[in-house]
């Protein structure tokens, strides 16, 4: 009787361990490969973000993969936001470089109290341990596109700036309740980023020359706007807009029953 007793005890502790463990949600890993000069051949006559080259892949670009060096690279898809995160900041000798040399435009026609001079550093290459951002990538299907909106930020000499690219005048981008943003963009719409997947695992996502509310192209190439530190307790100010184009590969490295496309569970 009491072998029976334990024999039921352990099949209900069975039972329980296994509901736990389908009820457990895990963020798929990915490993990133970062186009190298995205906007040209040399960094200092061209303009963007681009690998370290410690890892290369073999089409030269620069290999990034979540859990290698402390590195933190995965689909965020069980807070439900799908979004694509990448974050150098624990990672044990990996950067990102920036090259923000080429100035396009300024918003202080349009508000000047929340713009700011750009740094004095910008015309040099700056390596850092970077964040980024990149919204709802996880949403799509096979084949499908979508245009969305990438965030990020690095550090330079102990302070922290930020990146942004996106359109003010597409519907879908909204910022409230951070009303604050509304002006990083303008006079000028700015670069959007371009997410297209390519397969079950894999991924493509770059920035592309935004367009203005008439469907003009203001610039042939990917621009980004810079978030400066403003004085204390003032929030990020607009810190001007610069050429900044960015590429890379996506793959995924474990599927997930969460996937929004039915065949690549």
Known sequence: MKLMKIAAILALFALAASAAGQNTCSDPPVRLTMAT???GTAPNLNYGVWGDGVVLAGDGGTVYQDGVSGLYAKF????TSND???????ARGRNLWWNWGHNVGTCTTTDPANCVAPP????????SQSFFQANQVFSLVVGQTLTTWLTGNLTVSKTTYGSRWRNPNADFYSDIPNPNLDILNEPYPTA?????????TSYAVQAIPGTDALGATP?????????VPGAKNSG??????????????VEMLARSPLDPDPACR
């Open 219 to 227: 610039w042939p190439f990917p621009v980004a706007t810079m978030l």
């Open 37 to 39: 000069y995205p906007g």
């Open 76 to 79: 965020q898809v069980c807070n």
């Open 84 to 90: 694509l995160i990448v974050n150098l900041g624990q």
């Open 192 to 200: 959007l980023i371009q997410a297209t997947r390519t397969s079950c």
């Open 236 to 249: 990020m100010k607009n810190g001007g807009q610069y050429e900044l184009p960015i590429s890379m590969k």
């Open 120 to 127: 004095s550093w910008i015309a040099t290459p700056q390596k």
